[in-house]
Structures are given as C-alpha cells and as structure tokens.
T-cell receptor, first 114, second 114 residues
Framework: AQSVTQLGSHVSVSEGALVLLRCNYS??????LFWYVQYPNQGLQLLLK??????LVKGINGFEAEFKKSETSFHLTKPSAHMSDAAEYFC????????????FGKGTTLSVSS | KAGVTQTPRYLIKTRGQQVTLSCSPI?????VSWYQQTPGQGLQFLFE?????QRNKGNFPGRFSGRQFSNSRSEMNVSTLELGDSALYLC????WGSGRDEQYFGPGTRLTVT
C-alpha cells in the first residue's frame, strides 16, 4: 500500500523567505511522486513530478523538489516566496502498478506575509 | 488547447436524490479519473476510465458509478445521496493513463447535499 504524509498543515513565511514544504511517502514499489498546487475555488495544477532519473526535479514558478529514497522524502522548496505563492499544496504518490490513482497527502496551506 | 471542463460547477441536491456530473477531458486524452475532495478526508481517488472501460476503482460504495463515452467524455453518478457526499468532485485527464503521466485537473463540481 502507498501513503503520503505532509508534515505541517499550515506553513507561514515572509515574502522573500525560503519555502519548505515537507512530504514523506510510503511505497513498496518504485514510486512516482508529484506536487500539486490548488488556489481557492480551482482545480489542481501540477508543479513538478519525479518518475525516474535525476532526483532533483525543477518545476514551474521556481519550485523544486528532491527525491531522497533513503529518507522516503520528496520535500518541496522555493528560494524566495512571493505573495502569489499563497495556496494549498498537495504531495501525491502513484506507481506503475497503480495507474493514474494518485494517493494524496492531507495538504499544506502556505501563507505569505509582506 | 482547451483544458478539462466540468459541468455543472455548482449543484445543490437533497438527500436521497441522485446526481450526474460531467467531465470533458483535454482533446486526445484517453484516460479520465475522478476524485472526491472534502475537508475531513482530503482528496480521495474514486475511479479511472480508459477507452470506455473502468480500469481502477477506489474504496467507495456502489452508489458511486461512472462511465466513459467513445469521445472520452466521462460522467459520474451518485445515487441515493447522503449528507456526507457533499464535496468538491474533481475530474482529471491524462494522455495514456500511465502513472507517470501528468494529470490535468478540471475546476471541479461543488456538490452540496441538504
């Protein structure tokens, strides 16, 4: 079975500060990992994904994440937060066996203050 | 290219009624997945359709069903509505329905059951 744990349901940062959103996964098979962002009253937008290959993955809007197998982690970072980054972020896992069935974490709400 | 569209965007129903939600995937995408989003349970996978066949199903009661048409459009039906079915229902499409694929989400249908 697969699962995802997002540490911290709410993270607050100042504009210009580092953003770090934590995600740990559990999977008995090689995982595919995703980060999605959701703005109020909207669907989910993919920020980045890891399937195979390079473990440091760069995504849209300056976000990146590093797949660390030994730590079963896939933390999301951004060097400098913008006000527009305020949203809810979801980490998700699937696998070759699971098809498109994404298992999501509970989400982390990011607040950015000026 | 047009994104994933879902209709209607908002719906209010009474307990015991049934409801049908519609999803039009991105042109050329053959896989459609459905998710339920609630504050308590978060994002949960309902089912996936590929080439008019249900390929994968989440842990939901039989009151939740779906289908996919030859043009890849999909409908989801919930019978005998319960208060707990109030949620945002998200549809996602992908090109091949592989776990590696990016899934593109629609804006969702907000269902309220009274």
């Amino acid at each position: 079975a697969q699962s995802v744990t997002q540490l911290g349901s709410h993270v607050s940062v100042s504009e210009g500060a580092l953003v770090l959103l934590r995600c740990n996964y559990s999977s008995s098979v090689p995982p595919y990992l995703f980060w999605y962002v959701q703005y109020p009253n909207q669907g989910l937008q993919l920020l980045l994904k890891y399937t195979t290959g390079a473990t440091l993955v760069k995504g849209i809007n300056g976000f990146e994440a590093e797949f660390k197998k030994s730590e079963t982690s896939f933390h999301l970072t951004k060097p400098s937060a913008h006000m527009s980054d305020a949203a809810e972020y979801f980490c998700a896992v699937t696998s070759n066996q699971a098809g498109t069935a994404l298992i999501f974490g509970k989400g982390t709400t990011l607040s950015v203050s000026s | 290219k047009a994104g994933v569209t879902q209709t209607p965007r908002y719906l209010i129903k009474t307990r015991g009624q049934q409801v049908t939600l519609s999803c039009s995937p991105i042109s050329g995408h053959r896989s459609v997945s459905w998710y339920q989003q609630t504050p308590g349970q978060g994002l949960q996978f309902l089912f996936e359709y590929f080439s008019e066949t249900q390929r994968n199903k989440g842990n939901f009661p039989g009151r939740f069903s779906g289908r996919q048409f030859s043009n890849s459009r999909s409908e989801m039906n919930v019978s005998t509505l319960e208060l707990g079915d109030s949620a945002l229902y998200l549809c996602a499409s992908s090109l091949w329905g592989s776990g590696r694929d990016e899934q593109y989400f629609g804006p969702g249908t907000r269902l309220t059951v009274t």
